[in-house]
């Protein structure tokens, strides 16, 4: 096969082709070197140039529209124009197990399992005591609490002001807002509507206390308690499984097996 030798283009076409590919920005109306190049007839240039020179162009092209920005009303703010790019993947993490660098160990297993059941035993024989007045601190939310406490100490909603400014002022509103409603459709979702706003406002975070205004309005034995309701059973159980949660918080951390 014969080789053919290729003539190095003149320093002054190498400039021209550097000024063409390094321009900034694209002309929106095409220019005479771009109607030259169109035609094949600027300078002489062959059609191997040329295609070296669509081909830079075509990128440019697609670099510019991938960054190009729309300005905004307001002066001197721009905003980036969202492309099929930008768009976040569809992620399914939140469908899986939460990934961890080590597995738990035993004792992190059976200690937290050892204070819920301690914390129930405990409600328990107390609803015996106190049974006779109509009494009991037993109740399912209390199961949530201490799901909470007893496996995840550090969460928000395991904060002691959480706790018990969220178990208080949600009984409240419960025993309020069935005062004036009584029992029925509107009393519980205002209920539940007033007790997830004053956890905003309180910033006392702490989900199972929105249960407590329900399980007042639809519970016979529990209305019979009245304002007594905003402390027996929430805010007494939570002080009995607080002290449980640092038990099991010191076995975790020093009873490791």
Request: net charge positive; hydrophobic share 50%.
């Amino acid at each position: 096969m014969a080789l053919v030798p290729v003539k190095p283009l003149p320093f002054q076409r190498l400039q021209l082709l550097g000024r063409n590919i390094f321009t900034p920005t694209v002309p929106r109306v095409p220019s005479m070197v771009s109607a030259a190049f169109k035609h094949r007839h600027f300078s002489g240039l062959s059609s191997y140039d040329l295609c070296i020179y669509k081909s830079v162009r075509h990128m440019r092209n697609l670099w510019s529209c991938s960054t190009r920005r729309r300005v905004s009303k307001s002066p001197g703010a721009s905003m980036p124009v969202a492309s099929a790019e930008d768009l976040p993947a569809v992620s399914w993490d939140s469908w899986k197990p939460e990934k961890t660098t080590v597995a738990p160990s035993l004792s992190d297993v059976v200690w937290p399992a050892a204070g819920a059941f301690a914390a129930m035993a405990i409600l328990g024989r107390i609803d015996h005591i106190l049974n006779p007045k109509g009494i009991t601190l037993s109740v399912a939310p209390l199961g949530a609490v201490s799901a909470i406490l007893f496996t995840t100490p550090s969460a928000p909603a395991a904060r002691k002001y959480n706790i018990f400014m969220a178990q208080i002022g949600c009984a409240a509103i419960g025993v309020l807002v069935f005062s004036i409603f009584g029992p029925g459709l509107l009393s519980r979702s205002t209920a539940l509507a007033a007790s997830i706003a004053f956890m905003v406002i309180a910033r006392a975070n702490h989900p199972p206390a929105a249960s407590l205004p329900l399980m007042f309005i639809d519970g016979a034995k529990l209305q019979k308690l009245s304002f007594w309701y905003v402390l027996f059973p929430g805010a007494a159980a939570c002080i009995l499984l607080c002290f449980l949660q640092e038990i099991v918080c010191y076995l975790k951390e020093n009873l490791k097996f």
